[in-house]
């Protein structure tokens, strides 16, 4: 059984920093495609970066709205996915979700969510 | 970067009703398109990828087609669990969603 599990979301003030962690079982994490996709309060889906398999090279891509603020790594010993978010705005509040490819151009996959407030 | 669009955001349809929702992106996508189910509270769930091959365990009333840059999702026969937020979804270059088609009771 899939199970992904995120974590680390919370209410934290315009400026500050926040990591985000996504704990995967029931799949090959090593082979998957790891993404963060949110979504602000009443709104659809962003996606907002993604981490490739080492086998592809292992690179990271971001949306324009968090390149050069969030951070994804990967540890694919542990099945961990983290997003480390610097310079946090108001709008980035949102449900943090992260997802998963791993084998289709799909997100297979994806963890229940976890809520982060930015707001002074 | 790829544009999605999605028509139409919301709809009102009955129990039994064929509900047609469709999606269109600003250029080809070689069939990269993949469509959500959202519920309230809830994560999307994967309906279907490659713009018509049904995620295993999505029942078959659920189908999609595509035309060019037009994609399609059809309900044959809505059930009352199908009451939802249905998602596009492209991923020929940067993941992108579509601005969502609310499904709502009439």
């Known amino acids: 059984e899939v199970q992904m599990v995120e974590s680390g979301g919370g209410l934290v003030k315009p400026g500050e920093s926040l990591r985000l962690s996504c704990a995967v079982s029931g799949f090959t994490f090593s082979n998957a495609w790891m993404s963060w996709v949110r979504q602000a309060p009443g709104q659809g889906l962003e996606w907002i970066g993604r981490s490739k398999s080492k086998s592809v090279g292992g690179t990271t891509d971001y949306s324009t709205p968090v390149k050069g603020r969030f951070t994804i790594s990967r540890d694919d010993s542990n099945n961990m996915l983290y997003l480390q978010m610097n310079s946090l705005k108001t709008e980035d509040t949102a449900v943090y979700y992260c997802?998963?490819?791993?084998?289709?151009?799909?997100?297979?996959?994806w963890g229940q969510g976890t809520l982060v407030t930015v707001s002074s | 970067d790829i544009q999605l669009t999605q028509s139409p955001s919301f709809l009102a349809a009955s129990v039994g009703d064929r509900v047609t929702i469709t999606c269109r992106a600003s250029q080809d996508l070689n069939s990269y398109l993949a469509w959500y189910q959202q519920k309230p509270g809830k994560a999307p769930k994967l309906l279907i990828y490659?713009?018509?091959t049904l995620q295993s365990g999505v029942p078959s009333r659920f189908s999609g087609s595509e035309s060019g840059t037009e994609f399609t999702l059809t309900i044959s026969s809505l059930q009352p669990e199908d009451f939802a937020t249905y998602y596009c979804?492209?991923?020929?270059?940067?993941?992108?969603f579509g601005p969502g088609t609310k499904v709502d009771i009439k």
């Open positions: 997802a998963a490819e791993v084998g289709n151009p799909s997100f297979d996959f």
């Open positions: 979804q492209q991923l020929k270059s940067y993941p992108s």
């Open positions: 490659t713009a018509s």
